[in-house]
């Protein structure tokens, strides 16, 4: 009931708000490491678009991505927009833009393991086989609290790029990946011995959000509208599966065959709109799209 008088209020405060027209907005924004991390910055322009704003986009180098200094950044105004999987502190730090930008695909999950140790992995049909294995995920991301919880084993370390070689150094089994990330991240690390796993496709209910400063309420404000204009219209839907990040996902990881484990997420913070089912991509569209 929460959720629906939530999402009530917003629908409406949207629908109210005029075609922006105020005086350009600045956007800064880290700039992309690779080519997967440009899909937010597509996004940005395709939703201030949307909503009529006039904007430039100004990339910035970023120091270090933890949580922490994203939202110092976005507080003290080094950056203007940063995204991140959804949690309750960030959403009492910062404004949250209530709509999942990859439609849930953050938690739509593929291993990459390493090559040879697939057959392993062929005749795992649940979370309790699973469980025998140990995943690789980062200490501090919101998705390891989402494992732990299903009573996944983990290794945790603190630093993203240390997961590629601890997996290919036999510390740990598989690194659940959301299925738009492992492509690129193989190929930027060739001189490893891994590969993509064919069989298991774990599924939980994880949003990735933009964040803002609570006091951009111009950016903020803009972004909500362009998503409500795009979801009800339907062009986000349709930009969304056209994105060549999204193309090339569907045309390289096979779906149709995976066996579907799925998982509670018992950390999604309250004002996660689970209610609006047109937000979210259900995992059997995901295979119509394969």
Not at 200 to 222: C, D, G, W
Not at 236 to 258: C, G
Not at 265 to 290: C, F, G, I, M, Y
């Amino acid at each position: 009931m929460k959720n629906i008088i939530t999402t009530l209020i917003m629908l409406s405060t949207v629908l109210l708000w005029p075609m922006l027209a105020h005086a350009e907005l600045n956007v800064r924004y880290y700039e992309p490491r690779n080519k997967k991390d440009k899909y937010p910055i597509d996004l940005v322009e395709f939703l201030l678009t949307k909503a009529g704003a006039r904007y430039t986009l100004d990339p910035v180098t970023a120091s270090d991505s933890t949580e922490m200094r994203q939202i110092a950044d976005l507080n003290a105004g080094y950056i203007s927009i940063s995204t991140l999987a959804a949690n309750d502190n960030l959403n009492k730090e910062l404004h949250a833009i209530q709509y999942p930008i990859f439609r849930g695909l953050l938690g739509h999950r593929v291993f990459i393991i390493r090559k040879g140790d697939q057959t392993r992995f062929n005749d795992i049909e649940n979370i309790q086989q699973l469980s025998k294995l140990i995943g690789g995920q980062g200490r501090f991301w919101a998705d390891t609290a989402v494992l732990k919880s299903a009573g996944l084993q983990l290794e945790t370390p603190v630093k993203y790029d240390s997961l590629f070689y601890m997996l290919d150094g036999n510390r740990f089994d598989y690194f659940p990946r959301a299925i738009h990330e492992p492509l690129t991240e193989i190929a930027a690390r060739p001189h490893l011995d891994l590969t993509i796993e064919n069989n298991i496709l774990l599924v939980y209910p994880q949003p990735m959000l933009f964040y803002t400063a609570k006091s951009n309420t111009e950016l903020s404000r803009a972004l909500e509208q362009g998503f409500e204009l795009a979801v009800k219209d339907g062009s986000f839907a349709s930009w969304f599966i056209n994105h060549p990040m999204i193309e090339e996902v569907m045309s390289k990881i096979d779906l149709d065959s995976r066996t579907v484990i799925r998982i509670p997420n018992p950390h999604l913070p309250a004002e996660t709109p689970v209610d609006r089912a047109e937000l979210w991509l259900d995992v059997t569209q995901l295979k119509q799209a394969s």
